[in-house]
């Protein structure tokens, strides 16, 4: 359903099944480039978003990602993960190795081409500011993530995490709280799982003045997430549009959770799939019927690349 109706205005039988009769409400910005299939990228994250709960993308979504290719549209992963733990997903929709497409990775941290894994633009933390992260996080109940380009580091990796993870990324285990040996490596991105919302909330308090320089999300109802002042999705769709010469109202950007929000907002269309995260659904342009189980991303492509 379209959100934010303050943005609209009334208007009579367009576009058939979306605007049916006067009391409806409409974008028209966003019906005028469906009509004219003006969109050029959908920038589309992974976890509880593309990804089903068997951690697989559905064959309506290739087939509908499929289609969105064929009418001109790039489709382009935008994950928290990094390059590596994508490649699973690129080559269930076909984009392993493509020439002149992209994932943005690391909440925008970074944007590679896929085709040699070409690395076009990269944000790392301050290792200081890393280090500090992680040092403070000693007194706290989590387990770290602490990723660099090529892998992520876990310790404290519980049993809840492990099922969690196992399927998403490969990870190395280390058996001690510090980052000391990454010294002089680049660090894209800390974070810190706890499963209670109240918790993550009352670290970003306390993690306040360290994180002055950084840029600080939410993921997954489970990950507080540090990366360097400035990235995040939405940042990283914009550079990336700019790169390829599209306007970043031409681009629509799907998620379900608060480290989607900045693409959300920055992008042309902003969607959140059914499950979304509560606090984001009123950023949205338009949410899903369908949740990430019932092949949402194919709605969206439907409706507003394909107008079906």
Known sequence: MFQNQSKYFKINHIFGDYISDCTKFCNYDIMTRVMEKKYKIIACDLDETLLNSERKVSAENVEAIQEARNAGVRFVLCTGRGYKSAEGTLKEIGLFK???EYV??????AITENSGERLLHFDALDFDVARALVEKAKNYDVCMHAYTKDTVYVYNFVENERAYVAG???VVEIDEMSIDFLRGQDIVKVLFMNESEEYRKQMKIDFADIAKSCEVSFSSNRYIEFNKKGV???RGLAILAEKLGVDIADTIAIGDNFN????????GLGVGVANSADGIKPYCDYITTRTHDESAIAEVINKFI???
């Open 260 to 267: 989607d929000l900045s693409m959300i907002k920055a992008a």
């Open 98 to 100: 493509e020439a002149g």
């Open 104 to 109: 943005i990775s690391f909440n925008g941290g």
């Open 232 to 234: 995040d999705k939405g």
């Open 306 to 308: 394909l107008g079906l």
């Open 168 to 170: 998403r990324m490969n």
